[in-house]
């Protein structure tokens, strides 16, 4: 059976692919229809219309117009460290 | 309610918590059960008993004989981009 931190990489592979067109790849309207379902809390935080706009041009980084499975990564990875520095403060002040 | 990809992000964070210190760090010995119990296909395939060690060296960006959370993330990113790889290649096939 896999391990809870295997689910989480299979679910991030999953959850990109559900998007993705067959090459492997999100084009704009894919990583706006991603963002909009699969980071919702994080969307409505960023009060730029923009936003969108701006994270796929900071994340495709060989500049085709389309976030591969490796660009995307790094969205998520910047955001789990920014959610885990929040946690680690939160434990400090100990949970309720 | 959050999406499956916030639901992967959190469960990194919290798998990393279950095995770091109090300060968010894992020592070597921390490592090493973390990726028996959380890594352990991919642990038996690294036929290497130094496998781990290998592995603390090079994440251990910082050289502080220590893995924070954002050193154990660039782990879990190249599984990851690693693993989709072979999704891509089973799903052209088809999947069964």
Do not use: T, W
Not at 35 to 64: G, T, W, Y
Not at 72 to 90: D, M, N
């Amino acid at each position: 059976m896999p391990s809870e931190l295997e689910n989480c990489m299979e679910g991030m592979i999953k959850v990109f692919h559900r998007y993705a067109d067959k090459d492997g790849n999100l084009n704009r309207k894919a990583l706006r229809e991603l963002m909009e379902n699969e980071l919702c809390n994080f969307l409505k935080s960023q009060r730029d219309p923009a936003a969108v706009d701006k994270i796929m041009h900071d994340l495709d980084a060989n500049k085709d117009g389309l976030v591969n499975f490796e660009e995307f990564v790094s969205l998520v990875v910047g955001l789990s460290i920014a959610c885990e520095q929040c946690y680690k403060v939160h434990m400090r002040k100990g949970p309720k």
